[in-house]
């Protein structure tokens, strides 16, 4: 069994008077993608804010490679090696697209100092970050933002990845580019737990699954398990995936 890197135990969240994650607990599997799927409401945004510290857990228990992070501060998740890209992507509009990865890659003080390998898998996956290169990126159209989002994320190695519906916006041909990089991320070891309403990507990069409905999870095990039971699928999430292929 490989051991995990991110713990949750009896997450409890509450935002104002709403008392949103309700007792939350799986765990992620070191160098695996974990997907987290449910039905719109289920509390899977939720969960990711309450990770990254953006959203504080009232109760419970939150581990990062063993250590308790539950009271940390957002930026110091973020110094101990964990990416965010949210659904609303989070870029900086009035920055170039140069300049958003300039600011992602902490460890680079200039252009000149950033990873050419990692760059270059950027520019191969997603060509219109090349192409767009000096342009701000609030021009950009809506799945490029996303793109950029993406390429946020891994400009420099990341311990773990937070992701969420990063297919959304995204052409076919561009959510299989992004399926390709995600898995040579997974082959370097790098740990992602992606949120992901295309269950056909979801299956393809999934190798744990933990489904959540009502702020709780429902379901622990892995996605290969699921993708071939019917009945399993119908019964936590009201659909097939063999529907979404």
């Known amino acids: 069994m490989t051991t995990p890197l991110l713990e949750l135990e009896g997450v409890h969240t509450h935002v104002g008077s709403y008392h949103i994650l309700h007792g939350v607990a799986f765990s992620v599997p070191a160098g695996e993608v974990t997907v987290l799927l449910g039905r719109n409401g289920a509390g899977k945004t939720s969960t990711l804010r309450t990770i990254m510290g953006l959203w504080s857990a009232s109760r419970g228990t939150i581990r990062l490679g063993g250590q308790d992070i539950q009271r940390w501060a957002t930026p110091d998740i973020a110094a101990a090696g964990v990416a965010y890209v949210p659904e609303s992507m989070g870029i900086f509009a009035d920055l170039t697209v140069k300049d958003n990865l300039l600011l992602a890659a902490r460890s680079a ?3 000149e100092a950033m990873d050419n390998q990692r760059l270059d898998r950027i520019f191969r ?7 767009f290169w000096l342009h701000p990126a609030g021009k950009l159209s809506g799945g490029q933002k996303q793109m950029l989002a993406v390429a946020r994320a891994i400009i420099e190695p990341r311990r773990l990845i937070l992701i969420d519906e990063p297919s959304k916006g995204l052409a076919p041909s561009i959510i299989n580019n992004l399926v390709q990089c995600l898995r040579e991320l997974k082959a370097e070891s790098t740990t992602i737990l992606l949120v992901e309403q295309n269950f056909s990507m979801a299956r393809a990069l999934g190798d744990s699954v ?7 999870i429902v379901h622990r095990g892995r ?6 039971d019917d009945a399993l699928q119908q019964k936590l999430l009201g659909l097939s995936l063999g529907a979404h292929q």
Do not use: S
């Not at 996956?125 to 192409?131: E, H, I, S, V």
């Not at 996605?223 to 071939?228: E, F, I, P, S, V």
């Open 109 to 111: 003080p200039r252009v």
């Open 125 to 131: 996956f997603f060509p219109p970050m090349k192409t």
């Open 210 to 216: 933990a489904v959540m409905d009502d702020g709780r």
């Open 223 to 228: 996605m290969a398990d699921l993708a071939a």
